[in-house]
């Protein structure tokens, strides 16, 4: 069992709406959680992450987190066409000698279009 | 910084033969991880170190497989014999592991990805 879960998509949305994607987890000891982007042929780099119960905004980005529902969500404002890419959920590993580990979604793609 | 680097960026090789690749992490980074991404699996983690010493190999997927980091600002990843399944895009990551603390315990900080390499096994 996949222990973190995306809907694989693809998601389309149109220019300047609200892009809403969602992740669900399995290990309930888990701290951290990450929304990695990655365009196509590139590397996935870090937009968000997120540890405490509730909203974190960053610009255009908003993560949120519900524990007790175990699932993670990354909500992007104003879409843009550069916003075009998958999107990867990820926790780390509850402690133990695995800190540090991340456990990465299969990954939602997301297309803006004009 | 460079930021991390990996070479080659591209291998074709044959079923059978050996392939190594190479990574160089961050400079002054802790810790460092070697995944493997395909369409169908996704992003997986093979294996990371955590001061030059593997922490976690669980996600090696067997014997042919090895990993090794001889020092802190390089590492390789080694097949032997090749196969064609293990045609797929490996990156390799740095980060500075327990330099920042969330929610009470240790964490990872920002896990930086390097450009990957593509490898096709024939």
């Known amino acids: 069992q996949k222990e973190v879960e995306q809907n694989s998509g693809p998601l389309s949305v149109p220019e300047g709406a609200i892009a809403s994607l969602n992740c669900t987890y399995s290990?309930?000891?888990?701290?951290?959680f990450f929304w990695y982007r990655q365009y196509s042929g590139k590397s996935p780099e870090l937009i968000m992450f997120?540890?405490?119960?509730g909203d974190k905004e960053d610009g255009r980005f908003t993560a949120q987190l519900n524990k007790a529902s175990q699932y993670v969500s990354l909500l992007i404002r104003d879409s843009q066409p550069s916003d075009s890419a998958t999107y990867l959920c990820?926790?780390?590993?509850?402690?133990?000698?695995?800190?540090?580990?991340?456990?990465f979604g299969q990954g939602t793609i997301l297309t803006v279009h004009p | 910084d460079a930021g991390v680097i990996q070479s080659p960026r591209h291998e074709v090789t044959e079923m059978g033969q050996e392939v190594t690749l190479r990574c160089k992490p961050i400079?002054?980074?802790?810790?460092l991880f070697w995944y493997r991404q395909t369409m169908m699996r996704g992003l997986e983690l093979l294996i990371y170190?955590?001061?030059?010493?593997?922490?976690?190999d669980s996600g090696m997927p067997e014997d042919r497989f090895s990993a090794k980091m001889p020092n802190a600002s390089f590492s390789t990843l080694k097949i032997q014999p090749s196969e064609p399944r293990d045609s797929a895009v490996y990156f390799c990551?740095?980060?500075?592991?327990?330099?920042?603390?969330?929610?009470?315990?240790?964490?990872?900080?920002?896990?930086?990805f390097g450009p990957g390499t593509r490898l096709t096994v024939t």
């Open positions: 990551a740095s980060s500075l592991l327990g330099q920042v603390t969330l929610a009470g315990g240790l964490s990872s900080y920002e896990q930086y």
């Open positions: 290990d309930r000891g888990s701290q951290s």
């Open positions: 400079s002054g980074h802790n810790s």
């Open positions: 990820a926790q780390e590993s509850a402690g133990g000698t695995s800190y540090g580990k991340l456990t």
């Open positions: 997120i540890y405490s119960n």
């Open positions: 170190f955590n001061n030059n010493v593997p922490i976690d």
